[in-house]
């Protein structure tokens, strides 16, 4: 099955892909065998029916192989990433969160994109405060030893990515390189926090991830967020345990989706992530960090949730989630 003619027939008939087709598929977009318009039909094929456990696997199994692998030289790396794709519009929570990760003594192997269903993804936020993109191994070790984190821009690892870029912009709706964006760090971080956007996907997800040593947490708010939002209860999916948990039983106050907004453009967007990251954001704006990251805390040093909630916001409190981020643009630009 090599045509994309039999492959768009064989999907349409209501058939599945086997792991290796999906893989084959999705290595022969890298190579840039298909053009815009049969990689178009093929991921709006997705958009009407979900991904299977064995499709996806295929796709990650084929950009891991395609991809630019990079060693930090580090033993224990974390990567907060989300999935996007959830329509909601909000701030660089995950972003922030990372920074504010790093901060508290984590390292930092940050997975990014530019926005595709929002305005503002990490990779636009991060450029815009003049951070220089790289895939320089001895670059992006000093920016792990200097500031605690690296940032690696999908596109410069990924060339799948980089071919379906102007497809995904052109479609402008999540599509399954959303679901694959946080499985292919090319870092192989041996600890995740991803945030999905549906319940399914992250069913998927702990499915996928149970079958590799990774230590991860998978969370979803259920009312729709890639992320910890909390407007509402989340689930909690790790390697360790499941929970659906509501805000006030973390002692925190539920926010509102207009408390978590993003910006309309990208200069509003980069307004509120450099409020937030002086500490001058709403209570709500920082709890929404603080939890992201405390998570991501948990699954890296292993402690009590209460005590990475206060080791969280003493990251943002106290300046070294935004001394993380003031070293990550200077030394990206050294």
């Known amino acids: 099955m090599?045509?994309?003619?039999?492959?768009?027939?064989?999907?349409?008939?209501?058939?599945?892909?086997?792991?290796?087709?999906?893989?084959?598929?999705?290595?022969?977009?890298?190579?840039?065998?298909?053009?815009?318009?049969?990689?178009?039909?093929?991921?709006?094929?997705?958009?009407?029916?979900s991904v299977t456990v064995e499709?996806?696997?295929?796709?990650?199994?084929?950009?891991l192989e395609h991809c630019l692998q990079v060693d930090l030289a580090c033993d224990s790396l974390i990567d907060l990433c989300g999935?996007?794709?959830?329509?909601?519009?909000?701030?660089?929570?995950?972003?922030?969160?990372?920074?504010?990760?790093?901060?508290?003594?984590?390292?930092?192997?940050k997975h990014g994109n530019y926005g595709v269903s929002s305005t503002c993804g990490s990779s636009n936020i991060?450029?815009?405060?003049?951070y220089r993109f790289t895939n320089n191994q001895d670059n992006l070790r000093k920016q792990i030893e200097k500031a605690g984190i690296c940032f690696l821009h999908a596109p410069l690892f990924n060339p799948a990515m980089k071919n379906v870029a102007p497809v995904r912009r052109g479609l402008r709706v999540k599509t399954f390189f959303n679901m694959l964006g946080p499985m292919?760090?090319?870092?192989?971080?041996?600890?995740?926090?991803?945030?999905?956007f549906s319940l399914e996907l992250a069913r998927i997800y702990s499915y996928i991830y149970q079958q590799t040593e990774k230590d991860?947490?998978?969370?979803?708010?259920?009312?729709?967020?890639?992320?910890?939002?909390?407007t509402g209860e989340f689930k909690m999916i790790s390697n360790k345990k499941e929970q659906l948990i509501d805000p006030e039983q973390l002692g925190l106050e539920k926010a509102r989706a207009e408390d978590i907004k993003g910006g309309s453009t990208i200069n509003e967007s980069a307004d509120i992530f450099k409020k937030i990251l002086e500490g001058n954001g709403t209570p709500s704006q920082q709890s929404v960090v603080a939890v992201n990251a405390a998570y991501a805390l948990q699954c890296y040093f292993e402690k009590d949730l209460e005590e990475c909630l206060?080791?969280?916001?003493?990251?943002?409190?106290?300046?070294?989630?935004?001394?993380a981020f003031e070293k990550l643009i200077e030394v990206s630009n050294s």
């Open 216 to 230: 991860f947490v998978i969370i979803h708010s259920l009312d729709g967020y890639d992320e910890i939002s909390l």
């Open 310 to 323: 206060a080791m969280a916001n003493e990251s943002i409190n106290s300046g070294k989630a935004k001394q």
């Open 126 to 130: 991060l450029e815009f405060f003049g």
């Open 2 to 49: 090599t045509e994309m003619r039999q492959i768009i027939t064989h999907l349409s008939a209501h058939k599945t892909l086997t792991r290796e087709e999906a893989r084959k598929i999705l290595s022969d977009i890298a190579n840039g065998i298909y053009d815009e318009v049969e990689m178009a039909s093929f991921m709006t094929i997705f958009l009407m029916r």
């Open 55 to 63: 499709e996806l696997s295929g796709f990650r199994d084929a950009l």
């Open 83 to 109: 999935t996007g794709g959830d329509g909601k519009d909000t701030f660089n929570i995950s972003t922030l969160a990372s920074f504010v990760t790093a901060g508290a003594g984590a390292k930092v192997a």
């Open 184 to 196: 292919v760090n090319p870092a192989f971080p041996q600890k995740q926090l991803v945030g999905v």
